[in-house]
C-alpha cells in the first residue's frame, strides 16, 4: 500500500513525438505478468544516463554504458523483470549481449544502438531465450501510447504503477515530458533508481544531455532511500526526440533551458517520491531537511544518517516521538567537529530541541501529532553555515521484513 | 531471545580483590526493577575507559571523560539504566554531577573520582533525585561476589545477563578477570559498546592501561553491530585494581603482557559477541570475515555494508539463500577500485561465487542448508591483498521492529 500515491492519470501521460513501447508476457520468472518492454526511439533521438555506482554493477549496466559510449546513437532499450543479470560473471555479459544482438536483427539496427535493463533476482542466469522468443510480440505491441503498459511490465515488489508527466511551453511551443520508474527495494540510489526513463520531444543540445541528466539524478533519484542497500542495477535514461518544433535549446541556463529543466525535474522528483512512497512495508513518507550546514555534502549526510537509521524509522512507523533517536543519528553521521549545543530540531511546525536539549516548550503530545500523520516532514538546523539539503525516506515496518523474508519464497 | 547464549555460570565470576559491586531498586523509570549499580574500587585502582565517538554524546559520557582526565583516580562507578541522559543540555550535565556530588560525600572522595554511566531513553530529563535517594542502599548491598546482580541491574531491553570470567596465570601467579556488560539495540559501537566493565587484579602499569583499553575495543566492541546506530552513551571501561602479587607488566608485549592481554580480550570478545546474540530480535549470529583486502580498514567497510544491510539480514532471518544481496552489499561498500571479477564468497564451506559470478558447481540446497543453522560464518575473498577483518551481527527479523516500535510504549 503505497503511501498517498494515487494511481497515474493517463491523461497525463503525453505521447511522446518519436517514442513508441511495447511491453508481452515473457515468461522470464513467472507467468501471466507482463516483464519485457521495447522502447523504440526514431533516428536522431539523443539519449543519455547515469547508473549505479555499485562495483557489482549488472551486466546490462555494463553493456549500456559502453552502448551510449560508442556514439552509434541508441535506437532501442529493452528492459526485462524477473532476473537482474547481476554477480553473472561473463555468462551474463554474454546473455545480454544476445538479447541486444537479436532485437538489432529484427530492427535492422546494430546491437550497439540497443540500450539493455534488467531488474529482478541477482545471481541467477538470465533466461535470454525467453526474452529473444518474446520480442516479436512486444514489437508488435508498440505505439506511442503505451506509457501506462510500459510503467506497469516494468515493476517488481512495488504495488503501485510510477508514471508522471508534464507539459511546458518553450518559446510558445507545447513541449511534452512523460517519464515511468520502478523501485521499491534496494533503494539507496547512487546516481539513479533501480529504473527510471524520462522522454520529451524538446529540440535541446545533444551536447547538454549528459550534464542534464546528472542534474536531474542529483535532485531527485539521488536524494530517496528506503533501506540505504545501493542496487547492482540503477538505470536512469533522459530520452530526447528533438521534435518539438522550438529554437534548439544550446544551453542549460537560458531561459528556454531553465524551463525545461524545471519541467524535468518536477516530473523525476515526482517519479524519485513515488518509489519512497511504495517503498517496501511503507506506511510514512517522511521529509528530511537539514540546514544549517558549512557544505550541502554535510547536510546530505546528516540526512541520510537519519533517513537509514532502523531505530528512527521503526519509530515514524510506530507514531512514537522517541526523538532522541533523530539526535542519536544526527550525532553519529560523521561530522567530527559538530557541536550539539548548536542544534535545533523541528517535526513539522513543533520545535522539539533547542540548542542541543529539548525544548522546555516541547509537550510529548504534539510531537505525538505530527508523527501520527502519513506525511512527515522534519527540520535540523546544524547551526554552523547556510548549506541545506533534502533527502525523502519512508518508515520500516513489519510489512518491510515479511516483503524482503519472503521475497524468493 | 538470544542466540545460543547460555546463562553466566557464577563459577566463573570471579570475585576481583579491590572491587566491590552494590545494586539497588531506584525505581528511576519502572519499579520492581533492579536500576541502579556503584562499584567501589579500592585506592591505587587504575582505571581507563574509551568511549562513544557520537557527537551527541550523552552527559555522564563527558563527565566520564572529564573526571578520568583530571587525574584524580576513580574510587567509584555510578550506573544507571531507565535514562541515557542525553540529548539533555546543560540541564543534563548539572544533574548527572549531582549524583557524583552525593555519592562522593558518602564515601569521602571527590566527584571527580566518581565515574557517572546512565542508559536508557534519550531526550528526557535524569531524575537525579531518585539516584541520589537510592545510594544508600545500593552501598549497603555491596560485595566483591555481586557481578552477577551488576549484570542483571544495567540491562536495559536486553533479554539476558552478560557476564564472562577468565583466569591466567602470569609469573605464576592466578590472575583474574570477570567482565560485564549491557547492550541490545542501537549497536554500533564506534569505540565500545552500550555499557561495558571488564575489571582484573593484574598488575599493570598504569601507564599501558589506556593503550590496552583501546587495543581491546578494537578487537571486541568495535567489531559488532546490531543495527548500525551508535549509541550517545557508549562507554567501556577497563579496571585494574594491582592487588595480584605477580611483578608488574611494564610493557604490553612481554611475555606477562601478552598472556594478560589474550585472555582480557577473550573476555571482552565473549562480551561483545554476548551483546549480538542478544540483540534485539536476533534469530541467527552471524560471522562476516573480509580477506585479501588492500588494508584491514577497507575489510571492515566491506564486513560492515554486509552486516548493515536490512536486505541481506532480512535474507537471513528468512533462511533465504538470497545471496546476491551479500554482492550488492560488497559492491556499494565504498571501495571507488573493487574489481568484481576478483570476488569469492564461502557461506561456511559452500563455495557459492567464483570470480564475481555464481559458482557453476553451487547448488542452493547447500546454500540453504547453512542459512538454516543459527551459527553462521561467511568469508568474503576481495583478491586485493593480505589483509583481513571480521565483523559479527544478527538477523533482522519482526520482533526487532516489534521491539523498537513498541519500546517506549
Redo the contacts between chains.
Keep these: 500500500m503505497a503511501v498517498n500515491l494515487p494511481a497515474p492519470n493517463p491523461i497525463e501521460l503525453y505521447p511522446i513525438a518519436g517514442v513508441r513501447l511495447g511491453v508481452t508476457e515473457a515468461g522470464i520468472k513467472k507467468t501471466d505478468r507482463k516483464d519485457l518492454t521495447v522502447i523504440l526511439l526514431e533516428p536522431g533521438t539523443s539519449v543519455a544516463g547515469v547508473f549505479t555506482?555499485?562495483?557489482?554493477?549488472a551486466a546490462p549496466v555494463q553493456l549500456c554504458r559502453e552502448h551510449l559510449a560508442s556514439g552509434a546513437g541508441a535506437r532501442a532499450l529493452l528492459i526485462n523483470t524477473g532476473n537482474?543479470n547481476?554477480?553473472?560473471?561473463?555468462?551474463?555479459l554474454a546473455r545480454a549481449l544476445a538479447t541486444c544482438v537479436a532485437l538489432a536483427h529484427k530492427l535492422g539496427i546494430s546491437a550497439q544502438q540497443v540500450l539493455p535493463f534488467s531488474t529482478g533476482?541477482?545471481?541467477?542466469?538470465l533466461p535470454s531465450e525467453r526474452i529473444v522468443a518474446g520480442l516479436d510480440a512486444a514489437l508488435a505491441d508498440a505505439s506511442a501510447d503505451h506509457w501506462l503498459r510500459g510503467a506497469e511490465a516494468i515493476m517488481t515488489t512495488d504495488t503501485t504503477l510510477k508514471a508522471f508527466g508534464a507539459q511546458v511551453l518553450i518559446d510558445g511551443v507545447l513541449v511534452s515530458i512523460t517519464g515511468i520508474a520502478k523501485g521499491s527495494?534496494?533503494i539507496?540510489p547512487?546516481m539513479a533508481t533501480m529504473l527510471g526513463f524520462l522522454a520529451t520531444d524538446a529540440c535541446i543540445s545533444p551536447m547538454l544531455m549528459q550534464q542534464l541528466v546528472a542534474e536531474l539524478a542529483e535532485g531527485s533519484f539521488n536524494r530517496i532511500t528506503v533501506?540505504?542497500?545501493?542496487?547492482?542495477n540503477d538505470s536512469f535514461l533522459l530520452v530526447a526526440t528533438h521534435q518539438a518544433c522550438h529554437a534548439p535549446i544550446e544551453s542549460l541556463d537560458s531561459v528556454a533551458g531553465q524551463a525545461l529543466k524545471v519541467a524535468l525535474l518536477g516530473v523525476a522528483q515526482k517519479l524519485a517520491q513515488a518509489i519512497v512512497r511504495d517503498g517496501e512495508g511503507a506506511t510514512k513518507f517522511i521529509t528530511i531537511k537539514v540546514e544549517g550546514g558549512k557544505t550541502q555534502a554535510e547536510c546530505r549526510q546528516v540526512a541520510y544518517a537519519i533517513a537509514?537509521?532502523?531505530?528512527v524509522k521503526?519509530?515514524f512507523?510506530?507514531s512514537?516521538p522517541?526523538?532522541?533517536?533523530i539526535?542519536?543519528?544526527?550525532?553519529?553521521?560523521g561530522?567530527?567537529d559538530?557541536?550539539?549545543?548548536g542544534?535545533d530540531l523541528y517535526l513539522a511546525d513543533v520545535h522539539v530541541?533547542?540548542?542541543?536539549?529539548?525544548n522546555p516548550a516541547y509537550r510529548e503530545e504534539d510531537g505525538q501529532r505530527v508523527m501520527q500523520q502519513s506525511e512527515i516532514a522534519m527540520r535540523v538546523l546544524l547551526g554552523r553555515g547556510a548549506a541545506t539539503d533534502t533527502v525523502w525516506t519512508c518508515d520500516?515496518?513489519?510489512e518491510?521484513?515479511?516483503i524482503?523474508?519472503?521475497?524468493?519464497?
Design positions: 555506482q555499485n562495483r557489482f554493477c537482474a547481476a554477480g553473472t560473471g561473463p555468462d551474463g533476482v541477482i545471481m541467477e542466469s527495494g534496494m539507496h547512487n533501506d540505504g542497500d545501493t542496487s547492482t537509514h537509521s532502523p531505530l521503526t519509530a512507523f510506530a512514537d522517541n526523538l532522541g533517536r539526535l542519536a543519528a544526527v550525532g553519529y553521521a561530522i567530527s559538530l557541536d550539539q549545543t542544534i530541541v533547542v540548542q542541543g536539549g529539548r520500516l515496518s513489519h518491510y521484513v515479511s524482503n523474508a519472503d521475497y524468493r519464497s
